[in-house]
C-alpha cells in the first residue's frame, strides 16, 4: 500500500514536470513560428496542459483499460469546467472574454454533447475518433483565424513568461538553436509524462481498488484530479499574476481538447475503440453537459465570475465526487 502511494506521488510529480516542459517547450516554438498569441494559449498551451490526459488515456487504452480512459476524459473536463475556473474564481474575481462566450465555450458544449452521441451506442470507434480528430483541426484552424483578426494582450503577456521571451535575432543560427533546445525541452516533458503516467495509473489502481473502487471511478476521481493538476497549476499562476483571463481560456481549451484531442487519439490507437459503461454514458457524460452549460451560463453572467459564482461550482464538484462514492459503496472506510 506504501508503494502504490509512493508511486501516486512520483508520478504525479512526474506529469507536472512533464506537463511543464511539454507547455514550455510547445509554446516557445509556436512563438518562434509567430504563431498568433490568442491561437497559442488556447491551443498549443491548452494541448500542452492535457499531455498528462493524453499520456495516460493513451497507456490505458493500450491496455484494455477503457473504464479509466473514458472516466479519465470525463473527470478531468469536470474538474476543468468546475474546479479550476471555480477555484481561479476563489483567488481573483475572473473577467471573460466575449470571443470565449460567443465561440469557444459553444464549441466546448458541443464537444461534450457529440461526446455523449458517440458513446451513446456503449462505444466509440476508431471512426469516431477519426471525426474527433478532424474536428480538432478545424477548431485548430478557426482559433487561429480569430486570434490573429483579434490578438489578446494578456495572452501575449502570459505566453511568453511561460514560454520565454521570443527571439528578437533574425540569426537563422540562433534560431536553430533555440528550436532544438525547445525541442530537447518538449522531448524530455514527454517522457516524463510517460513515466509519470505509468507510475500514476499503476499507484492509483492499487490505492483505489483497497477502498473498493471500480476503474471507472478510479478514472473519473483519482486519475482525472492528478492528469488535472497542470492545468490548475496553470490557470492559478495566471490569476496570481493578474492574468486573469489565461485561466478560464485554458481550462475551456483544454476540455475541448480532451474531447477532440485525447479522445480520439485513444479511440484512433485502441485495437477495439473505447467501450464506454452504461452508468458513465447515461449518468457522467450527461452531468458533463450540464457543467459545461452551467459554465457558460456563470461567464455569461456580467462577462466576469465572481468569488461565490467560483465557491458555488467548486461545490458542484464535491457534491458530484460524493454523488460518486454513495453510488459505488465507496463511503465507508476499510480501516
Known amino acids: 500500500m506504501l508503494f502504490a502511494i509512493g508511486q501516486l506521488i512520483a508520478g504525479s510529480l512526474l506529469l507536472l514536470i512533464g506537463g511543464e516542459g511539454v507547455v514550455r517547450g510547445a509554446s516557445r516554438l509556436a512563438i518562434l513560428a509567430r504563431l498568433s498569441p490568442l491561437f ?127 527571439i528578437e535575432s533574425d540569426s537563422l543560427g540562433k534560431k536553430a538553436v533555440a528550436v532544438l533546445l525547445q525541442l530537447l525541452i518538449l522531448a524530455l516533458g514527454i517522457g516524463a509524462l510517460i513515466l509519470g503516467c505509468e507510475w500514476f495509473v499503476a499507484g492509483s489502481v492499487t490505492f483505489a481498488r483497497h477502498f473498493g473502487l471500480s476503474e471507472a471511478v478510479i478514472g473519473l476521481t483519482i486519475v482525472s484530479v492528478g492528469t488535472s493538476l497542470p492545468e490548475l497549476v496553470t490557470s492559478v499562476a495566471a490569476t496570481l499574476k493578474g492574468e486573469r483571463g489565461i485561466a478560464i481560456g485554458n481550462a475551456v481549451g483544454s476540455t475541448i481538447l480532451n474531447i477532440l484531442a485525447v479522445l480520439g487519439v485513444a479511440s484512433v490507437v485502441s485495437p477495439v475503440g473505447i467501450n464506454v459503461l452504461c452508468s458513465i454514458a447515461f449518468i457522467d457524460v450527461p452531468v458533463m453537459i450540464g457543467a459545461a452549460v452551467l459554465s457558460w451560463l456563470v461567464l455569461r453572467t456580467g462577462h466576469v465570475v465572481s468569488r461565490f459564482e467560483g465557491v458555488l461550482l467548486v461545490l458542484c464538484y464535491c457534491a458530484y465526487i460524493v454523488y460518486l462514492l454513495i453510488a459505488n459503496d465507496a463511503i465507508a472506510s476499510p480501516w
Open 40 to 166: 497559442v494559449g488556447l491551443t498549443v498551451v491548452s494541448l500542452g496542459t492535457s499531455a498528462p490526459e493524453m499520456a495516460v488515456s493513451i497507456s490505458t487504452a493500450l491496455e484494455g483499460k477503457a473504464d479509466i480512459t473514458i472516466g479519465n476524459v470525463v473527470g478531468s473536463n469536470l474538474f476543468n469546467m468546475l474546479v479550476i475556473i471555480g477555484f481561479s474564481a476563489i483567488v481573483a474575481a475572473l473577467p471573460v472574454d466575449r470571443q470565449i462566450t460567443r465561440f469557444d465555450v459553444p464549441v466546448m458544449i458541443a464537444a461534450c454533447v457529440a461526446m455523449g452521441v458517440l458513446s451513446y451506442d456503449g462505444n466509440i470507434n476508431r471512426i469516431d475518433g477519426i471525426l474527433l480528430l478532424v474536428a480538432m483541426v478545424t477548431y485548430f484552424g478557426i482559433s487561429y483565424r480569430l486570434g490573429k483578426e483579434k490578438p489578446s494582450d494578456d495572452m501575449k503577456e502570459f505566453v511568453e513568461d511561460v514560454a520565454g521571451s521570443p
